[in-house]
């Protein structure tokens, strides 16, 4: 009965290789996010769906493509993986309007580019 | 723009006691909500509390309380008879009118046997 989860939890890879985090929900929110947390532990967002459409794109590297097939799902894709890179990536859920609606996040995916 | 400002990077707290963890922000809305987060070390993100702007009385949930004072910008959240498992990062979260949450830096906490 997991809410928000995310895979894999960990992901150890090379530079320039390409990677996916999955991420899928089953609260039936409208609003799905990516959120990085660097090593010094402050959260940042990246993008986020509103029922598969694209309503937020922070400024993050073009290399990064998050791909929404459906409102329960939000998967990012990251091509040429680089050094800074490595984070902690949170995908995250809510209902549309935040003003009173809590995110609800997954467990997090640790990226290490070695 | 909307700003969060958590002022304190860490703390240390006899188990038991309460603890106050402070917030302040800035938002030039008149409607808005204000979140916390825990963060334990083994690194999950939980929601423990929610206060509406409007809402009349300070939120609670549980050993968690909110000391928000409108007038002065600060959501200050209280932490009751203190546990080692409450020893974690808290988040502080302001959503904006762009529906993005800006998170503070978060304090870390640590309880003492």
């Known amino acids: 009965d997991t809410a928000v989860s995310q895979t894999p939890k960990y992901l150890v890879t090379q530079m320039g290789n390409d990677k996916s985090i999955k991420c899928e929900q089953n609260l039936g929110h409208d609003t799905m996010y990516w959120y990085k947390q660097d090593s010094k532990k402050f959260l940042k967002i990246m993008f986020s769906y509103n029922n598969k459409e694209l309503i937020i794109n922070e400024t993050v590297p073009n290399r990064f493509s998050p791909k929404s097939p459906d409102k329960a799902h939000l998967n990012l894709h990251i091509n040429s993986l680089e050094l800074g890179d490595s984070a902690v990536y949170f995908c995250?859920?809510?209902?549309?309007?935040?003003?009173?609606?809590?995110?609800?996040f997954g467990n997090g995916t640790r990226l290490t580019v070695t | 723009a909307q700003k969060i400002t958590q002022t304190q990077p860490g703390m240390f707290v006899q188990e038991k006691e309460a603890v106050t963890l402070d917030c302040t922000y800035d938002?030039?809305?008149?409607?808005?909500?204000l979140f916390w987060y825990k963060q334990p070390s083994s690194g999950e993100m939980i929601f423990l509390i929610y206060?509406?702007?409007?809402?009349?009385q300070n939120a609670t949930e549980g050993r968690y309380s909110l000391n928000f004072q409108k007038a002065r910008k600060s959501a200050n959240l209280v932490i009751s008879a203190s546990q080692l498992g409450d020893s974690a990062m808290y988040f502080c979260?302001?959503?904006?009118?762009?529906?993005?949450?800006?998170f503070g830096k978060g304090t870390r906490l640590h309880i003492l046997p």
């Open positions: 979260a302001l959503p904006n009118r762009d529906d993005k949450i800006i």
């Open positions: 206060q509406g702007s409007y809402d009349e």
């Open positions: 995250a859920s809510s209902h549309y309007t935040l003003n009173n609606s809590p995110l609800h």
């Open positions: 938002t030039s809305d008149q409607s808005y909500g």
